[in-house]
């Protein structure tokens, strides 16, 4: 058994489920095609390893954190030249998390295992579809090139670590709230989201806008207490279902490629694209229909 120190990186497919179901043989062909075309070459020019591929997930490793993010910022930009021919409903959108630890490797077929690569595991669950999400010993080892930058996830409590574990998500620098933006002012409102499941069942929780506000990742919705803020027990919804969170002083929902989809008053949502709610709308998450409105 040999033990040594590497920048473990580990993705995941969004909604991958869902799509094979509606289209099994195109998925797996646009899966290896991103395997072949994207993910094979970005990690062999870094000099990293691909350690293996099970279904839709792969597991790379680094000699260094900064190639290992690098190479991360590399794959996500190729894999949106990837989805750029192909319909939005067949994208592939890729978790990505990034982590440094030591490995135990196994001598006969080269695998890894341990603690370092089970974080990179968690942490990749907490990464936004077609995004990057690294732990604290990453970002503290790591500068980005000028065009990104990294945003503070706050500290989260991980499935089966027992310890809380501060995440960042790395960003274009787009996506970043420009330097000196003014605090905005968003009214005290309470929105409440009740409403039955197929079996009548009813789920309800509530959202403070002006506590929201002071939350810069937003709240995730979800099945798993531990990964989510408003839980929503039910075997259709997701453990990381979607995301509500604030632009301006609008209230907005994101799909984060759960298995079961996500609507709007019967709209389906794209994984990562926000849309606005407002009181009086509906929102599905899986087998479950929410009403909202103002309390």
Not at 82 to 101: C, K, P, S, T, Y
Not at 200 to 219: E, R, T
Not at 265 to 281: C, D, F, I, Q
């Amino acid at each position: 058994m040999q033990r040594r120190l590497a920048a473990i990186v580990h993705a995941d497919l969004a909604g991958f489920t869902r799509m094979m179901e509606g289209a099994e043989t195109r998925t797996f062909r646009h899966l290896k095609s991103a395997q072949i075309e994207v993910w094979r070459p970005a990690i062999v020019a870094s000099q990293g390893r691909l350690v293996g591929t099970a279904g839709d997930a792969m597991l790379a490793e680094f000699g260094s954190a900064v190639t290992a993010v690098g190479v991360a910022i590399d794959i996500q930009e190729r894999m949106a030249r990837f989805n750029e021919a192909l319909e939005e409903d067949q994208r592939m959108m890729f978790r990505i998390g990034v982590h440094l630890g030591e490995v135990i490797v196994d001598a006969e077929d080269q695998n890894i295992f341990g603690d370092g690569v089970n974080l990179a595991a968690r942490i990749q669950a907490l990464a936004e579809p077609g995004g990057i999400a690294v732990s604290r010993v990453v970002r503290d080892l790591v500068e980005l090139k000028v065009d990104y930058a990294f945003a503070d996830g706050g500290e989260q409590q991980l499935k089966n670590v027992s310890r809380a574990v501060q995440i960042f998500h790395v960003r274009h620098a787009r996506q970043m709230p420009p330097v000196g933006t003014t605090t905005r002012m968003v009214p005290q409102i309470t929105l409440r989201f009740e409403g039955p499941d197929s079996a009548g069942h009813k789920h309800a929780f509530d959202v403070a806008l002006d506590k929201l506000m002071n939350q810069s990742q937003g709240l995730v919705i979800g099945r798993s207490a531990d990964q989510s803020e408003l839980v929503v027990a039910h075997a259709t919804v997701s453990r990381r279902h979607a995301r509500l969170c604030l632009a301006g002083e609008a209230l907005q929902v994101e799909d984060l490629g759960s298995t079961n989809g996500t609507t709007v008053n019967g709209t389906a949502l794209r994984a990562g694209t926000p849309v606005a709610l407002h009181a009086g709308n509906k929102l599905r998450i899986g087998d479950v229909e929410l009403l909202i409105r103002q309390v």
